[in-house]
């Protein structure tokens, strides 16, 4: 194959084959990737055709992955939507190129919008946790970046990254929230590697660089959606205060709680989105 194995080629053959298993489905509006905890969206999905990663080809083999996804194909609020639940995180010692290749093969089938979520620490101190966060812009201190190597047919070599949110489609997002009723704060997001949380020294250094939450991942995909001319969307849900900011370790459980309770919102919220989506 030529290009990287996790290039355009390699999203080409993938959704061709999406599109043999799921049948000739309209173009979707929107590529949606369900960030730790908030994949029960998926479930909302109608008409939904539901492909396990290990069916989904050119997706790495499912001892590599490790942990169960899918991609699921449907409808939500009447449009067309491909969505992905299960992340593949750097920390698991994946190649940035494979953390961004599901954005590739979301716009091999079509979408010209990717809506991105994810779960945070979060850092400004208003932020509690199950505070919904549009993001406003990001911070790749991953130190990586999925564009190193060749450069992808269809990408841009050197992609601006002024504005990666797009920033319409951040004022629909408010809209959005505004009109079902869910709260909507806005910020930045620093994406580090992990898998450790952060120390208290590390989230006071990011609270000086200007972010307002701290993650592990988004920021391979988001920099990929930007390189092919994806317009991108990105939600976090606060699931815990960064470390430092309580007298409380962190831990996963406390992720997955957190995401179990604001997954109402989230849900309403990513729902009006599609369906104002242009
Ligand atoms: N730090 C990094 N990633 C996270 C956190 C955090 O505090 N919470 C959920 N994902």
């Known amino acids: 194959m030529i290009g990287h194995s996790y290039g355009a080629a390699a999203a080409r053959a993938s959704a061709e084959a999406i599109r043999k298993i799921a049948g000739d489905r309209t173009v979707p509006v929107a590529g949606i990737i369900l960030g730790s905890g908030l994949g029960g969206l998926a479930k909302a999905i109608e008409g939904?055709?539901?492909?396990?990663?290990?069916?989904?080809?050119?997706?790495?083999?499912?001892?590599?992955?490790?942990?169960?996804?899918?991609?699921?194909?449907?409808?939500?609020?009447?449009?067309?939507?491909?969505?992905?639940?299960?992340?593949?995180?750097?920390?698991?010692?994946?190649?940035?190129?494979?953390?961004?290749?599901?954005a590739r093969v979301l716009h091999a089938l079509g979408a010209p919008v990717l809506v991105v979520s994810n779960a945070a620490g979060g850092i400004r101190s208003s932020f509690r946790p199950g505070t919904l966060m549009l993001i406003e812009d990001h911070l790749n201190l991953m130190f990586r970046n999925p564009l190193t190597g060749a450069q992808e047919e269809g990408d841009t070599r050197f992609p601006d990254m002024s504005d990666p949110y797009d920033r319409e489609l951040r004022q629909l997002a408010k809209r959005a929230a505004a009109t079902v009723g869910v709260e909507l704060e806005e910020g930045v997001y620093a994406g580090l590697l992990g898998p450790t949380y952060e120390t208290r020294a590390e989230v006071k250094m990011l609270a000086t660089l200007g972010a307002d939450a701290t993650g592990m991942s988004t920021v391979p995909e988001v920099i990929v959606a930007r390189a092919m001319g994806m317009r991108v969307v990105g939600i976090t849900c606060v699931t815990n205060l960064a470390c430092g900011l309580s007298d409380q370790p962190i831990t996963h459980a406390e992720v997955i709680e957190t995401t179990d309770r604001v997954t109402g919102d989230f849900q309403r919220l990513v729902r009006e989105i599609v369906r104002t989506l242009p």
């Open 48 to 102: 939904a055709v539901r492909i396990p990663y290990r069916d989904v080809p050119g997706f790495p083999s499912a001892t590599v992955v490790g942990h169960a996804g899918e991609l699921i194909v449907g409808t939500l609020e009447g449009r067309a939507v491909a969505a992905l639940a299960g992340r593949f995180h750097m920390y698991e010692g994946h190649d940035p190129a494979l953390a961004g290749f599901p």
